[in-house]
């Protein structure tokens, strides 16, 4: 302010003490050409590099109200998979209600329930990306709570199995795609060198709740029925919506123009400046073409393990050793990601996919009810490797601004073979007699996309030394045309010296 009210004083001053001839009439236009000369070259670097030296200088807490956030992104991704994958015990529980256990048409049919709300989390997940760009995580993550309570709530009052379809299958799930996603963005606004860790409880959530969540049901079941058990769940979707209220953003806006800040801009509706990186497209196609292998095993293993050892086998125990080995593994190496630098983490997702790929092609192998909890131990310690290191990823990728987006591509492409790969194996399973085929074949997957993503640290890598050398083949362009345009002006002075004398 003090400088911009000196500057017509001084200009006063100077023509008040210019000599009214030819040579002060040839000094004034020029000094307006500097002045302007200087704006326009000043109002360039204050403007474009504000955003980027606020997002170099904020300091991300690192604690304080962030492990509040932390426990209720934990109790989302709790609440949300502890309901979809204790989907097994309201699955008989439906089949009594609509029909008989023993109707395979209406098993296919009622299956159809936990398949569509499973997908369509993944499936919503672009979609949530843009609401949470938009509207911000607090916004989005309670809305999805409402919706997500609202389609519960609704679904405990249905009667027949067509509008569970929409109750539970659709809306319900749509909620709970909206609800999760926040939960894994507000996280980078509190953390960064603790990130790693912080994921790694946070999805520690989901294990602890797929380990209690069908005891307490099957109680629940058993003494109040199958309507009020989901009344009753509607109490995790209320304390869901409050714990959305805790995602306060930290992380500063970026400004943008007047005309442009009355609508929201066509980058925050649909960002392509994520499928610019080499490095997030061989990550965004790598982890779907693993994922078409899986969840083969998460799907049939409990068929396959009756008929190799029996009905009377007890193959609850092998659930419960997934979900304890995955719950560790989700501790231990969110905080060893924490310890590699860069992308360079994505290879614990490659060695995730290998042991998993080869713990698949084991299940056959296993004529040992032992043999199996071990290859369930490794898998589910693995699963939680590859699950807890999915967002620290996409932030070294592509950055807290857009990491939204980012992770929404990637689950929406992930809903493919989620939905595809396990059908699949049952295709096999009815054609050939049994799984043994299905799991060699699933282990394939798993290891090619583990594969792929080896190429992932060498490719964004590359993309960044090109962008850096883009960046300063421009800022020469800008400097040599700033030079040339002031070569005419000293030429100028120096006629006008001439003419003076």
Not at 339 to 359: D, E, H, P, R, T
Not at 482 to 490: V, W
């Amino acid at each position: 302010m003090t400088e911009g009210e000196n500057k017509p004083e001084c200009d006063s001053v100077a023509k008040d003490a210019a000599p009214a001839d030819g040579s002060g009439r040839e000094t004034r236009p020029e000094d307006e050409d500097k002045k302007e000369d200087e704006d326009s070259q000043g109002t360039v670097p204050l403007q474009s590099p504000a955003p980027g030296a606020q997002e170099v200088d904020f300091v991300h807490p690192e604690g304080g109200w962030g492990w509040v956030v932390m426990v209720a992104s934990m109790w989302c991704n709790g609440s949300v998979f502890g309901i979809q994958n204790s989907f097994g015990i309201l699955f008989l529980s439906l089949l009594r209600e609509f029909g008989s256990e023993h109707d395979k048409d209406l098993r296919f049919r009622t299956a159809w329930v936990g398949s569509l709300s499973m997908g369509m989390i993944f499936f919503c997940s672009p979609i949530v990306s843009v609401f949470t760009d938009i509207l911000g995580c607090r916004v989005t993550a309670v809305g999805g709570a409402a919706v997500g309570l609202v389609g519960l709530l609704a679904s405990s009052f249905v009667t027949s199995l067509g509008p569970m379809y929409f109750t539970y299958g659709i809306v319900f799930a749509c909620g709970c795609s909206f609800s999760y996603q926040p939960s894994l963005v507000i996280l980078g606004h509190y953390f960064k060198k603790r990130l790693g860790l912080v994921n790694g409880i946070v999805t520690a959530g989901s294990s602890l709740f797929t380990i209690a969540l069908p005891f307490v049901l099957s109680i629940l079941l058993d003494k109040v029925g199958l309507q009020n058990t989901m009344r009753a769940l509607c109490l995790i979707m209320f304390v869901l919506m409050l714990a959305g209220f805790t995602y306060k953003p930290l992380l500063p806006v970026k400004p943008s123009s007047g005309r442009a800040s009355r609508l929201p801009p066509l980058r925050q509706i649909l960002n392509v400046n994520i499928w610019k990186s080499l490095g997030y497209r061989i990550w965004a196609f790598g982890i779907p073409t693993a994922l078409y292998g899986y969840y083969v095993p998460y799907v049939h293993l409990m068929k396959h393990v009756e008929e190799r050892f029996g009905e009377d086998a007890n193959k609850e125990v092998l659930l419960m050793c997934i979900g304890i080995a995955s719950g560790v593994g989700r501790l231990v190496f969110g905080q060893v990601a924490d310890y590699v630098q860069g992308v360079k983490k994505v290879y614990l997702q490659v060695a995730s996919f290998f042991v998993i790929g080869l713990m698949s092609m084991m299940i056959p192998l296993c004529n040992i009810f032992g043999g199996l909890i071990a290859v369930c131990l490794l898998m589910g310690l693995f699963d939680g490797c590859f699950i807890c290191i999915m967002a620290p990823i996409a932030f070294e990728l592509v950055g807290p601004s857009d990491v939204s987006q980012a992770i929404g591509f990637m689950l929406g492409l992930m809903s493919v073979p989620i939905t595809v790969g396990p059908p699949i194996a049952g295709f096999l399973r009815d054609r050939l007699g049994n799984y043994d085929v299905a799991f060699y074949l699933a282990g394939i997957p798993p290891i090619i996309g583990g594969a792929m993503l080896c190429l992932m640290p060498w490719a964004e890598a590359r993309w960044k030394r090109r962008e850096k050398e883009a960046a300063l083949n421009t800022e020469l362009d800008v400097i040599q045309k700033m030079l040339e345009h002031e070569k005419p002006q000293g030429d100028e002075k120096s006629k006008g010296g001439e003419s003076v004398l």
